[in-house]
Every structure is written in C-alpha cells, then in structure tokens.
T-cell receptor
C-alpha cells in the first residue's frame, strides 16, 4: 500500500517565520505535488515536481518555494509565513504514467498567527 | 489552462436516496476525469474515474457519466448510506497535473 507521510499533522507558526513542510513517499513515484485545501476553493496546486531537482509552478505559487533533492522527498517552504497562508496542506504523489492516480498524505493543518 | 467548476457545494439527502454531483470543464482535449472522496479528517482517495472514450462507468453504487459535447461529467451515488457522507472532488487533467473542482460536501441523514 502506498504511503505518503507528511511530517506534521498540526503546526502553529508566527508571521514572518520560515516554515518547512516535509513529505515522503515510499513507492518510488516520479511525480510529487503540493496542494492547498480551503473551504469552498477545493484543492489548489501550489507546486509540483516530475523528477529530482525539477519543479514546476502550479496555480498559486506566490509566497512558496519547494525542494526535491531526493526522489522520495518533496518539501514545501514558506519563506516568510503570513496569516493568509493558514490552511490545510496536502502532499500527493503518483507514477509518471498517464492517468496515474494521486496518493495523498494526511495533510498538515498550518496556522499562522 | 483547464478550469473545473463543481456543483453543488453542499448536498443533503436522506439515507437511501440518490445523490448527483456535477462538474464542467473547459478544455475539450481533456480525456480523463477522476473523482476523489475525502472523509472527515482523512486524506482524499480515488473512488472512480472515466476516460473520454466511454460515456458511463459503474462500480457498485457509484457511477460516473461523461458528456464530451457539453463538457460536463457527473457522479451518481444510489442508495446512499451514512458512510457516503464526505467531501467529493472532481478533477480534470492539465499538462500532466490534475485540476480539482471546489468540492461538494455530501451529508447523508439516517
């Protein structure tokens, strides 16, 4: 069974802090994604990666960056956290093949005060 | 890029009734439409998908229909049960990534 693990379930940070959200998958998936989930807005794509050291902007990349130094790990970085980044963050991974299903992590609920 | 609209945002039905959730998409080249279910406090999981070469696909009590001409697809749940209560997301592909709808919160009342 695919396992996508996000390092923290709940996180509280202060405005201006640098925040790291970590995601690890154990199925040798090529693709990894970071989504943000907000009520009424669905799942919005922040960044994604098709391979090590590769990254692509999603629909809402502003205020975020990512790092993928190893195939199994994809990190989301908030350079200077702001209150409007309070949200649920979901990591997902998939095989490279077309229409390969996404496997999600349990999410990190981030609160920025 | 692809744009996906999902309706309704909330849906409440009595146990045993049917539920229908509809999505529209903008890119006529899209050819794969998955549905994900997210139970309270849990991760989204794929429950069914449809490819553009078929008009309908069924899996027990759930079915998905696709109208390529009108660019919309729907999720149908029959004989709803309390465990069907969840948030449902439709999605469509856009350059190798998935674009999700806004989500529908389904409540099945016993």
């Amino acid at each position: 069974d695919v396992k996508v693990t996000q390092s923290s379930r709940y996180l509280v940070k202060r405005t201006g802090e640098k925040v790291f959200l970590e995601c690890v998958q154990d199925m040798d998936h090529e693709n990894m994604f970071w989504y943000r989930q907000d009520p009424g807005l669905g799942l919005r794509l922040i960044y994604f990666s098709y391979d090590v050291k590769m990254k692509e902007k999603g629909d809402i990349p502003e205020g975020y960056s990512v790092s993928r130094e190893k195939k199994e790990r994809f990190s989301l970085i908030l350079e200077s956290a702001s209150t409007n980044q309070t949200s649920m963050y979901l990591c997902a991974s998939s095989y490279r093949g077309r229409h390969s299903p996404l496997h999600f992590g349990n999410g990190t609920r981030l609160t920025v005060t | 890029g692809e744009n996906v609209e999902q309706h309704p945002s909330t849906l409440s039905v009595q146990e045993g009734d049917s539920a229908v959730i509809k999505c529209t998409y903008s890119d006529s080249a899209s050819n794969y439409f998955p549905w994900y279910k997210q139970e309270l406090g849990k991760r989204p999981q794929l429950i069914i998908d449809i490819r553009s070469n078929v008009g309908e696909k069924k899996d027990q009590r759930i079915a998905v229909t696709l109208n390529k001409t009108a660019k919309h697809f729907s999720l149908h749940i029959t004989e709803t049960q309390p465990e069907d209560s969840a948030v449902y997301f439709c999605a469509a592909p856009d350059a190798g990534k998935l674009i999700f709808g806004q989500g529908t919160t389904l409540q099945v009342k016993p």
